[in-house]
Each structure stands twice: as C-alpha cells, then as structure tokens.
C-alpha cells in the first residue's frame, strides 16, 4: 500500500493513532451519557421534542375534571360532625374573621345528609349520590391548602401552578414531556362546561411560554372546531394534493432554517389541523354510542345543561381511549353569574347547589364507571378538583359559605393510586388543613410522577430562568401512591 503524500492523510491512517482515539472517544461518549443521566450536563433545553418519561409511568393519560367556582368540601366529601355539634355558635379561635367577601356569620352544617359508603365506609354527603357510590375507586386529599381566595387567581394556580398570567397548564407541560399518543388527535383537550368557560378563561388550558403546539385544544361535544370542515366546492382530491403541496413548501422552508424550534412547533400545528379533518368529526360524532351507555351518562336527561354535559364526559372517554394524553374536563361556567352557573356558593347555597349537583354527578360517576368497565383506569388518571374549598360558616347575612384556600378537598383515582383511601385531614370544622398539609405544587408533582416524569428535571429556560410547573417547591405525595 502507498503512503499518502499529505501528511494529513498519513495520519488519518495511522493505526494507532485511530485506535488511541477511537477508546478516548468512546470513553467521552459513555463519561458524558453517565454525567447527563445524573443530571450534571443538563443543559437549558432550546427545543421543545418530548424529553420522554423520567422513569417508569404508572399512568399514560389523565383526565382533569374541575368544578369551576369552589364546589363546598364541607358539603361533600369532608364530613364533619363538630359542624352539627355547633351549628349556629362561633367558629372558636376566629372572631372578627373577615374573609373575601366579608364577615363571617355562625358555624352551620351542611344541608345534605352525610352518610358511609361502600366497602370502606367512607362518610359522603347526600348531594351526589351517584359519585358517593364509588368511594371505593377512590383516592381522597383532605388537606389540599393553595395561595388565593379569588377565582381566577385561583383557577390560574390550580391549572398552571401560578397565580399570575402567562405560564404554562398543566397539559401543556404533559405534553412537553412526554408528546403524543395519537398522531391525528391533539396531545392536550379542554372540554368546556356547555354554559361556557371558566372565569380564567383560556389561561386554563394556556401553553403560556411553551410553544404553541403544546397549548390545549378547547372542543364539545355540542362545539366542534370552527373552520374544520372542508370548503364547499373543494373536492377531496383537491383539498389532498393542496396540503401536500402546502406540506412540500413547508418542510422546504424549515430546511432553508435549521434548528428554528418556534417554526417547526408552527408547522407541527398546520400539520396536526390537516390530519384532524378527519379524526376530529369520528370522535365527535356520538350516534355510534348505544342508547344504554346514553342512559348511563344521562345523556338522554331532559334537563339540557345535564344532557350536554354528559355528551361532554362521553367526549372525554372517547378521546381519552384515542389516545389523548391530557384531557381538561369543566363543570360550571361564570357566564351566568355568581352561583348560577358554578359553585360559587355565597348567597343560597342550599337552593342553587342541587342544581349543579344534578348536572356534574351522575354523568361524572358514568364516566368512571365507563372507564373502569373499558380497562382505562389501569392506565389512566383521574383528578377531580376545584380552585379551593370554602368556609365551615355561613356569611354574615347571607345563606352560603365563603371562599376557603386553607383547606379543601381534591380526589383521585385510576393508575397509581389507592382506591379507598384518606389522606390527610382539616380541623373538627373543615377550616384548615392541619395533618399531611398539601400544596397544589405537591398535586402537580405527584400527577407527574404517575405520569413518569420527575418535577424537578421537566424544566424549560425562559428568559433565562429555568422554569417548571412547581416553580422552586413541590413533593410527591408518597401516602396517596399505591
């Protein structure tokens, strides 16, 4: 064999300088995996693909479903039988307590009957019986504490950590960490409530600074997608060659751009949009369910707000067994006012709760019955909550109870968690939270860590700060794991 007359080449040939380096670089390749499996070479992520689970997921899915309005703890899941013991004294250790919207009047029990359930006995009140019915599937938080008493503020923390506007749902970090489970569907839905949105709106569902891709896709099952459908007068053939031709442009462009995250995010959109023509109407269309599993849900209820919101729930199961990582599903609106259309109980509680209770509970119980009875629970999370609790007193001069952030209520179920099960506890009046207090940080990490991902690395760097969605707190709640 000739040498080469290049110095340069002669090197590249050298047999032991190619096997010398070739171990120094193979032992800086397993150095570096070693270091960044540590953590110790995390560099900010720049792009936004799915990092993937951090370790090995209990739950590939969750479902959300939040009472909007503050639905009353004290009424519902968190007995207390000191609240009939001194119903109509002061709440002890409180006088002159002035909460959101005043001062507070005399402790009062709850309207509704509490009574033990299933196998484990658990006490829950009159006013949703068919949800009293399946305590046993059940995972109960009774010391959830958050860090507003307004709505909105407080619908802002309960879905994306923070008080303040602007940052990323719950949803929308899922997706960032782990992408999607269905290629044609939307990786995060929020489900409205029929009578309209939640008072923080949007930012429920907001991708805040992630990137578009990863912001909820709001639906119904009476609302789909505006613009969805193909235009009269185009023929499928035309609508198919035109985004494909749309696609070739596109991918042209973000050849001409490399390493642009915010573009390929854009596309990845405009891509998803053109698939869901035809995903989005099947899963809409309810026609193909049997009239039983209506009837189960109440879909068939001549009460039209409880019909729609149990096509909703239905909704929920069918995108959840599509293949939709994150589902948002709402009870309660704020169009109609305090306490009309939501569980914003200030003024008459006892005479506008039944209502909402007829709506959210036998269409909310179908559809965990309906999910255990598919096989989804083994897989899919379930999180049933509201922006905070409210007050063991009745306001004064009025017939309701207050906003309470000291101590509320929150259940789980399904992947990962035990079924008939407490944990935690507020005082004998339900006020505060004082056995294994929570925060809802502590709630966002647990979802994650079911979900496989570990709170702590799910990070992105925004404006050079290193951002999560339990900001610089947050603990598994080890007591609710099964």
């Not at 992630?210 to 193909?230: D, E, K």
């Not at 306001?395 to 992947?415: C, I, K, M, Y």
Request: include cysteine; glycine fraction near 10%; aromatic fraction near 6%.
């Amino acid at each position: 064999m000739s040498v080469p007359d290049h110095p340069a080449r002669a090197r590249l040939l050298d047999r032991r300088r190619f096997l010398g380096e070739s171990c120094t670089g193979l032992g800086a390749i397993a150095t570096a995996s070693l270091l960044c499996e540590a953590g110790l070479l995390a560099a900010p992520r720049t792009d936004e693909r799915p990092c993937g689970p951090h370790h090995s997921p209990r739950a590939h899915r969750v479902l959300v479903v939040f009472c909007s309005g503050a639905l009353s703890h004290v009424d519902t899941f968190d007995h207390k039988p000191e609240l009939i013991r001194r119903h109509g004294s002061a709440l002890p250790g409180a006088e002159g307590l002035v909460t959101f919207q005043g001062k507070q009047g005399a402790v009062t029990r709850s309207p509704w009957t509490f009574r033990p359930r299933g196998r484990s006995g658990k006490q829950v009140s009159d006013l949703l019986p068919h949800l009293a019915g399946l305590v046993d599937e059940m995972c109960f938080v009774h010391s959830l504490t958050t860090t507003t008493n307004t709505h909105g503020p407080g619908e802002n923390v309960m879905s994306t950590g923070f008080v303040q506007d602007g940052f990323p749902s719950t949803g929308s970090w899922v997706g960032y960490g782990l992408g999607s489970l269905n290629r044609d569907l939307p990786t995060f839905v929020a489900i409205p409530d029929p009578r309209g949105v939640p008072q923080a709106s949007v930012n429920n569902w907001s991708n805040g600074f992630l990137s578009a891709v990863h912001q909820g896709t709001p639906l119904g099952a009476s609302r789909g997608i505006a613009h969805l459908a193909r235009p009269d007068g185009i023929s499928p053939d035309t609508d198919r060659a035109t985004r494909a031709f749309a696609r070739w442009l596109n991918r042209r462009h973000l050849d001409r751009h490399p390493g642009d995250a915010e573009l390929e995010a854009r596309l990845a959109s405009y891509e998803l949009a053109a698939r869901m023509q035809l995903s989005v109407p099947d899963v809409l269309v309810l026609g193909s369910e049997p009239p039983h599993t209506l009837r189960l849900y109440g879909a068939d209820s001549p009460n039209p707000i409880k019909a729609s919101y149990a096509r909703n729930c239905i909704l929920a199961r069918r995108l959840l067994e599509r293949g939709v990582r994150f589902v948002q599903l709402f009870n309660g609106a704020y169009a109609m006012g305090e306490g009309v259309g939501n569980w914003d109980g200030h003024k008459l509680i006892a005479e506008q709760y039944p209502g909402h209770a007829e709506i959210l509970d036998q269409p909310t119980a179908a559809l965990l019955v309906d999910l255990r009875r598919r096989g989804l629970l083994e897989d899919t999370l379930v999180v049933f909550t509201t922006e905070f609790g409210r007050m063991p007193t009745f306001q004064a001069g009025a017939s309701g109870r207050d906003h309470n952030p000291d101590g509320f209520t929150v259940w789980l179920a399904g992947a990962g968690v035990k079924a008939g099960h407490s944990h935690g506890a507020t005082d004998e009046f339900g006020h505060r939270a004082v056995e294994d207090v929570c925060t809802v940080h502590d709630l966002h990490a647990t979802i994650l860590y079911l979900l496989g991902l570990d709170h702590e690395r799910l990070t992105v760097n925004q404006n050079g700060l290193e951002r999560r969605l339990t900001d610089v707190s947050g603990r598994v709640i080890e007591g609710i794991l099964a």
